[in-house]
């Protein structure tokens, strides 16, 4: 599986934009950017996912480069309820391609 | 809107017991998976099912791991003679069939082996 790479933690205060950083340089061409959360004592819950395109739903955004090569996630303002342990995940477009390989993620602690 | 569901959310067993996981999915949802997930890391992939049928198990499921899924409705995760090393999160999640994008995930079952 192609690797990505994030940032341990990131801070950001509340009501405030935050741009969570994904690198995935050996990404292939058919491999969807998927980025889930994991709050505190939770299951992971998908956030949004992506191709080629940028992509915004009611949760985020998500803006992927040209080159494809990185991702950033973007809360349009960060509220307590978005502390959380974001993870950037590819995920293969071919059959066998479910499962889903988490890194560390990068823990967002959102200051009042 | 059940979600998915896991029982017992917590588990404190003695080493060398075998204990047993049960995870129900959202109910039109035909594929379930199991990961485990220890302190301070993202879950690990163990295994997937399609309807009854398990058509993945990751390296990390050893002989002392089984789960099943009859019927293709809810499954059970089982893991005989525990060791330390098994204390984790055993989290379950479902997708439907068009949901090739995001897996729905329970709350997870903690075990502790004692």
């Known amino acids: 599986d192609a690797k990505t790479t994030q940032p341990n933690s990131m801070e950001s205060n509340e009501e405030e934009p935050v741009h969570l950083p994904c690198n995935h340089s050996t990404i292939s061409g058919t491999d969807y950017i998927h980025w889930y959360r994991q709050l505190p004592s939770q299951g992971p819950e998908y956030v949004i996912h992506?191709?080629?395109s940028n992509v915004n739903n009611r949760m985020a955004s998500l803006a992927i480069a040209e080159d494809r090569k990185s991702s950033t996630l973007i809360l349009h303002r960060a509220t307590l309820r978005d502390a959380a342990v974001y993870y950037c995940i590819l995920r293969g477009a071919g059959a066998g391609s479910y499962q889903l390989t988490f890194g560390k993620g990068t823990k967002l602690s959102v200051i009042p | 809107d059940t979600g998915v569901s896991q029982d017992p959310r917590h588990k404190i067993t003695k080493r060398g017991q075998n204990v047993t996981f049960r995870c129900d999915p959202i109910s039109e949802h035909n594929r379930l998976y199991w990961y485990r997930q220890t302190l301070g890391q993202g879950p690990e992939f163990l295994t997937y099912?399609?309807?009854?049928?398990?058509?993945?198990k990751s390296r990390l499921l050893s002989d002392r791991f089984s789960a099943e899924r009859p019927k293709g409705s809810f499954s059970t995760l089982e893991i005989q003679r525990t060791e330390q090393g098994d204390s984790a999160m055993y989290l379950c999640?479902?997708?439907?069939?068009?949901?090739?994008?995001?897996?729905?995930f329970g709350p997870g079952t903690r075990l502790t082996v004692t």
């Open positions: 999640a479902s997708s439907s069939y068009r949901g090739r994008y995001e897996q729905y």
């Open positions: 099912f399609q309807n009854e049928a398990q058509l993945e």
């Open positions: 992506g191709l080629t």
